[in-house]
């Protein structure tokens, strides 16, 4: 079963907004990462936070990280057209070492 | 200079043919990755190759076998191709196993089964 779960599954904003993604999990985990996939491309990794973390800023993304929920948002501020992407968290969990879980995504539209 | 590269990058091919995606990294990098997508975007590892040596291996059909000649290069051969094969296939490269180390992605190969 798929570990990291997004919420909502799409989204869609003006320019100028914030945009809030959630992750959810179900096991525990040694860190969580957002990772960016543009239409048509691979994956580029945006920021890792680690299970003892609880917040972490990267520029204008913000991603928390609460283990009592097993729960990541990952926040872009102001955000731009050149945003619109899909966003997927991915799970190191603990039994795997070894091994990234990625979600299904949250698809963000920022429209200019 | 693309850092990790894949070929072909569009696939079409029919039922029960052999077919091969080949991926180089250039970063230097000693731990490289096959994942699938299927098409609810869903991005699963399929390998991974530390040093031209196996390391992660999934559940997945023993019609897919990798390769990894060197460090640098991680290709995917797929045999008697199905339909549910059908998939965008991405190799990844990172400076080593440990997955808190980026994983770096190629552009993707689209594969259509018909």
């Known amino acids: 079963s798929q570990q990291g779960e997004e919420d909502p599954q799409a989204l869609s904003i003006q320019e100028g907004e914030n945009a809030t993604m959630n992750c959810s999990y179900k096991?525990?985990?040694?860190?969580l990462q957002w990772y960016r996939q543009n239409s048509g491309r691979g994956l580029v990794h945006l920021i890792l936070?680690?299970?003892?973390?609880r917040e972490k800023h990267s520029g204008r993304l913000r991603v928390t990280l609460d283990t009592s929920k097993k729960s990541s948002s990952l926040l872009i501020t102001a955000s731009r057209a050149a945003d619109t992407a899909s966003y997927f968290c991915a799970t190191q969990l603990m039994e795997y070492g070894n091994k990234l879980v990625f979600g299904a995504g949250t698809i963000l539209r920022v429209k200019s | 200079d693309t850092a990790v590269s894949q070929t072909p990058k569009y696939l079409v091919t029919q039922m029960g043919n052999d077919k091969s995606i080949k991926c180089e990294q250039n970063?230097?990098?000693?731990?490289m990755y096959w994942y699938k997508q299927d098409s609810k975007k869903f991005l699963k590892i399929m390998f991974s190759?530390?040093?031209?040596?196996?390391?992660i291996n999934e559940t997945v059909p023993n019609r897919f076998s990798p390769k990894s000649p060197d460090k640098a290069h991680l290709n995917l051969h797929i045999n008697s191709l199905e339909l549910g094969d059908s998939a965008v296939y991405f190799c990844a490269s990172s400076q080593n196993p440990d997955p808190t180390y980026e994983q770096y992605f190629g552009p993707g190969t689209r594969l259509t089964v018909t």
């Open positions: 970063l230097g990098h000693d731990t």
């Open positions: 190759y530390n040093n031209k040596e196996l390391i």
């Open positions: 096991t525990s985990i040694n860190n």
């Open positions: 936070i680690r299970s003892n973390e």
